[in-house]
């Protein structure tokens, strides 16, 4: 399974934004990459996914880097619940293994008020 | 609202019996399901992947015999923790992904399920 690399922890001042980097430089073409935040004692929640092209919806915004190496979650304006642990995850299509999704160590972001 | 609910949410049992948690999915049939365990201050940890109608897959170094997972239906995949010890002590969490989606959506998580052996 191709494996993600994040900060343990980063700090953001409320309404400011916030970008939490991933790196994946193993990522096979076929690798979509999904991002996942959790909230303490609560499973994770989705965020964003995307392949090959930046994506943004209502939560966040993904930008992808051209090698897709890289990946940026950007939070435009950061609230006290966005405060999580946020996980970068690849998933292929291996519809064989099910598509797993194996969780690396994520960041957990705090919110400065 | 939730599209995958687990039960209970929280459950203490004293050591050597055994504990059945159950995960439903709402919106859509899940064909597989996943069972995650996480432990404090730790990433969440693949246990296994259950499959509708076949026997799970688990994960290297999860025993199966210790933790058993039936997946009868399209909707519920059940995780039994056998002779559970206080080291079987943690938050269960389970997964599954809407067919529809291609088998590249988003993974919908249940609320979790925390175990206390005492």
């Known amino acids: 399974d191709a494996k993600t690399t994040q900060p343990n922890s980063m700090e953001s001042n409320e309404e400011e934004p916030v970008h939490l980097p991933c790196n994946h430089s193993?990522?096979?073409?076929?690798?979509?990459i999904h991002w996942y935040r959790q909230l303490p004692s609560q499973g994770p929640e989705y965020v964003i996914h995307?392949?090959?092209s930046n994506v943004n919806n209502r939560m966040a915004s993904l930008a992808i880097a051209e090698d897709r190496k890289s990946s940026t979650l950007i939070l435009h304006r950061a609230t006290l619940r966005d405060a999580a642990v946020y996980y970068c995850?690849?998933?292929?299509?291996?519809?064989?293994?099910?598509?797993?999704?194996?969780f690396g160590t994520g960041t957990s972001l705090t919110v400065i008020p | 609202g939730a599209v995958v609910s687990q039960h209970p949410s929280r459950v203490i049992c004293k050591s050597g019996t055994s504990v059945k948690i159950e995960c439903r999915s709402l919106?859509?049939?899940?064909?597989?399901m996943f069972w995650y365990r996480q432990f404090p201050k730790q990433s969440l940890m693949l246990m296994a992947t259950?499959?509708?109608?076949?026997?799970?897959?688990?994960e290297q170094g999860v025993e199966k015999d210790k933790f058993l997972i039936n997946h009868a239906s399209l909707t519920l995949s059940t995780l039994t923790v056998t002779s559970a010890h206080p080291e079987d002590s943690s938050f269960y969490i389970c997964?599954?992904?809407?067919?529809?989606?291609?088998?590249?959506?988003?993974?919908?998580f249940g609320e979790g399920s925390r175990l206390t052996v005492l």
């Open positions: 193993t990522i096979s073409g076929t690798d979509y």
């Open positions: 259950s499959n509708e109608g076949s026997k799970a897959t688990y």
């Open positions: 997964s599954a992904r809407d067919p529809r989606t291609g088998g590249t959506g988003e993974l919908f």
């Open positions: 995850i690849l998933t292929g299509l291996d519809t064989n293994t099910g598509n797993q999704f194996y």
């Open positions: 919106d859509f049939q899940a064909t597989t």
């Open positions: 995307g392949l090959t």
